[in-house]
């Protein structure tokens, strides 16, 4: 792949995994020939992608193996269910299986998604537990990169498995939280937020935004060397301590922000 | 009353906890050493939309506080014989807060705070239960309950799992609430009822109460009872969420969570 140079967003979910990875390292496992797709999807008249949306690619960076789990924003919008959240927590699995055993294989989380699959709801929500507990677990034995720099952003609760993340790693489009825009619209009204207000939308949930405060590592530009780069430092240079576990900063930080003395959103 | 601290209170002998919206209360079974937590509704909490019992910023952070303080005490501890005491999640939360200061604020790191507490207490040798007493709704229960080793919940039409309120799961698919409810037949995992949620695997055991919401002194029994029970289970045998795909109904209902981890472990290395 001569991925060289490119826009990492506008790379699919397939070739960021390329992007990634060493030169001719890529093996994908669960491939879309074998089919391994969504069954409860048909049953409510939608059709199944033959990798439910997420990309398995073992490799190498640097020379030591790794696996990428890229999540195609473009189908459902990255949303989590049954099997490609069992493609992640299973994988995530098997390489602390392999770190306990002393062999490290780097993981490396893709992530463009608005967080479960309401169509798959319980079955997404308990993937989604899975892959919490492996990535707590995985991260005291190999860094966890979370990569999210796609235009769906990271939401739900894939924005917590990226708080759980060693290393965060975004870049001008991404866009990191818990609730996305509209769901926020939806549920608490357009008073407190506008959906369609980009630019408020993008300076307080943005990766830029999210740098200066924290909340991901590493902010770069949208280009495939430029991302590859700081996820092989990550790697080299590992994170000393966790931001799920700075307790006492965040609380200072939440304790010292002005809310508007009504409740108000503006 | 909120069910979590009703529950709470009851187990506790009549502690509050504290006060605020993470409550936390000690208590002393047998030989067993346990700290409860729950979540309540507060009007007056500084975040307006985690005043009635939602997860918000300050909770994540601050059901982690509590865990880890019983972690890094117990860790002192440990160099004298104590064993790490039970850590329970008395589960009723409606949800995480919807709100713009929320997000600007990191709800999501917050929320991973939690999950990142329970998870690093089980690790640490902590026997973790969530005993699920009301709601447990989305990625409020990814922060308070899911990362327990055992999942227990009333038996009680009051339960509710799932990710999304009905209403809102219709206007984001562009179905009627009707066609939403119905597909509870057809998709079991879009139901909302603890039996449905039981049948996920998800849970290890059910209680049966008289009266979830003030629960009478023989419920309170038996709810300590079945939690004593749980915890002999875990220092017997840790487990984690993944390892809810053993019982026997998630043979059935997340077969496919199973044979996608059967097809990569068998593909993980390359054919030599």
Known sequence: MSDAGASFSELDARERAHALLDARSFRELLDPFERVESPHLPPQGIVPQSDDGVVVARGRIDGVEAVVLSIEGNYQGGSIGEVNGAKIAGTLELALRDAKRGRIVRPVLVLDTGGIRLQEANLGILAISDMHAAIVSLRECVPVVGIVAGRIGCFGGMGIAAGLCSTLIGTEIGRLGLNGPEVIEQEAGSAELDARDRPRIWSTIGCRRRREQGLIEVFVEDDAIAISAAMRAAFREPAKTFRSRDIDASRARIAAYALPPTGAAR | ?272
């Not at chain 2, 790490?84 to 990191?106: S, W």
């Not at chain 2, 999501?108 to 207490?121: C, G, V």
């Not at chain 2, 709810?223 to 017997?236: H, I, M, N, P, V």
């Open chain 2, 1 to 272: 009353m909120n069910r979590g601290l009703a529950w709470l209170r009851a187990l506790a002998d009549g502690s509050e906890g504290g006060n605020g919206t993470v409550r936390a209360a000690d208590v002393s079974w047998d030989d067993e050493r346990a700290r409860l937590v729950c979540v309540v509704p507060d009007a007056q909490a500084r975040f307006p939309r985690a005043r009635a019992g939602q997860v918000g910023v300050e909770e994540g952070w601050k059901i982690a506080a509590a865990i880890r303080a019983a972690v890094d005490a117990d860790a002192i501890d440990a160099t004298r014989g104590v064993q790490p005491r039970a850590i329970i999640a008395l589960v009723d939360v409606p949800g995480q807060a919807f709100g713009y200061h929320e997000e600007a604020l990191g709800l999501h790191e917050s929320l991973a705070a939690a999950a990142d507490a329970y998870a690093s207490a089980r690790l640490a040798g902590h026997p973790v239960v969530a005993l699920i007493v009301g709601k447990a709704i989305s990625g409020a229960f990814l922060a308070h309950g899911l990362q327990a080793g055992a999942l227990i919940a009333l038996d009680d039409a009051g339960i509710e799992v799932h990710v999304m309120s009905q209403a809102s799961v219709a206007r984001v698919t562009r179905r009627s609430e009707e066609e939403v409810a119905a597909l509870a037949n057809v998709v079991p995992a879009t139901a909302r009822d603890v039996h449905a949620f039981a049948q996920l695997g998800a849970l290890a055991r059910l209680l049966g109460v008289e009266n979830a919401d003030v629960p009478t002194a023989d419920d309170v029994r038996k709810a300590r009872s079945l939690l004593l029970q749980t915890l002999r289970d875990l220092r017997a045998c840790e487990r984690g969420p993944a390892d809810r795909l053993g019982n026997e109904a998630a043979g059935r209902t997340r077969a496919m969570s199973i044979r996608v981890r059967q097809l990569l472990e068998a593909q993980w290395d390359a054919p030599a």
